[in-house]
């Protein structure tokens, strides 16, 4: 067998079938596992995550190497290979004010 070489171009999913084993991780350290095709959109594991977790998908955030992810997009367009974690995080409603607005200021 021939390892590296600058002719050698290694396929972005390593794994039979094009089949690859993602982690979605919460702010808590849970992990939940998902096998998936490399051509799938990441909306199925989106969809299948908030299910699992009895999360409505508009009240988290899914992140992929700190970028906010893209349910359309897929592991192969990502470059994602086998093991990969997503981050999910709960999407902060308020706090954001202006202390300058508080009575008595």
Request: hydrophobic residues 30%; contains cysteine; charged residues 30%.
């Amino acid at each position: 067998m021939e390892e590296g070489g600058a002719d050698n171009q290694a396929p972005l999913v390593k794994t039979e079938a094009g089949i690859i084993n993602i982690v979605v991780k919460d702010q808590e350290g849970a992990e939940v596992h998902f096998k998936v095709k490399s051509k799938t959109k990441l909306e199925k594991v989106i969809e299948a995550y908030c299910k699992k977790k009895a999360l409505d998908a508009s009240t988290v955030r899914f992140l992929y190497d700190g970028n906010r992810l893209n349910p359309a997009s897929t592991p192969a367009e990502l470059e994602m290979e086998d093991g990969d974690t997503i981050d999910c995080l709960i999407t902060q409603l308020g706090g954001g004010g202006d202390s300058s607005c508080r009575p008595g200021r």
